[in-house]
């Protein structure tokens, strides 16, 4: 009987323990979370896309190559194949330049460009942080007495807008620039083509 005493005695002092300190404890970890959560749903809720607007798409240079053939004094065709491989990048970025409100959290900033970057993907059917390769074979001829130099140029599409993006009741720009898709020119520039300096 006297060995359950302190069995007794310390089931009597842990309940009024766990009364005391637990609850509290526990209230604080609810509370912790659902603010955080609110706060994010908050911040989702308050941000809308309203519009794009279109600065500049135009095609960039990634790379030229020239292929010369030299057939002044040959007295048939002269024909040479080349295979050309080139990679490019398909990225997105944000201007961050542009001023922003102070007031708005970087969080909500990361927020803001994440919903422009899936827009855009979505948009214009890509996946950014990805590469595209493109492979060519091309066949080059020149005529007896000729000399041609042949050139090869790698281009990319380079986009270049801005997103108006409400947060609130405020309205803020998001200045972007995205390079996509990959092409290839090719054209005979002649015996007399120099480029300009």
């Given at each position: ?16 323990l766990g009364k005391k300190f637990g609850p509290t404890i526990l209230s604080e970890q609810i509370e ?149 898709g990959l092409s290839h020119t090719v054209e005979s520039l002649g015996e007399n083509h120099h480029?300009?300096?």
């Amino acid at each position: 009987m006297l060995q359950l005493i302190p069995y007794g005695v310390a089931a009597l002092l842990g309940g009024m323990l766990g009364k005391k300190f637990g609850p509290t404890i526990l209230s604080e970890q609810i509370e912790d979370a659902p603010r955080n959560t609110r706060s994010e749903r908050t911040s989702l809720s308050l941000i809308e896309l309203v519009g794009e607007q279109l600065i500049q798409e135009e095609s960039v240079i990634l790379a030229i190559e020239d292929v010369p053939l030299d057939n002044r004094y040959g007295n048939k065709v002269l024909t040479s194949e080349h295979e050309f491989t080139r990679t490019a990048e398909i990225s997105f970025a944000v201007d961050r330049s542009q001023e922003r409100s102070n007031q708005v959290k970087s969080s909500v900033l990361r927020l803001v460009d994440g919903l422009v970057e899936k827009e855009l993907k979505k948009t214009l059917h890509i996946e950014f942080g990805t590469q595209v390769t493109r492979r060519v074979k091309i066949h080059f001829s020149t005529e007896p007495g000729q000399m041609v130099r042949y050139r090869l140029t790698w281009k990319q599409t380079s986009r270049r807008g801005i997103y108006y993006v409400n947060i609130g009741a405020e309205r803020h720009v998001v200045p972007y620039v995205v390079n996509f898709g990959l092409s290839h020119t090719v054209e005979s520039l002649g015996e007399n083509h120099h480029d300009p300096t």
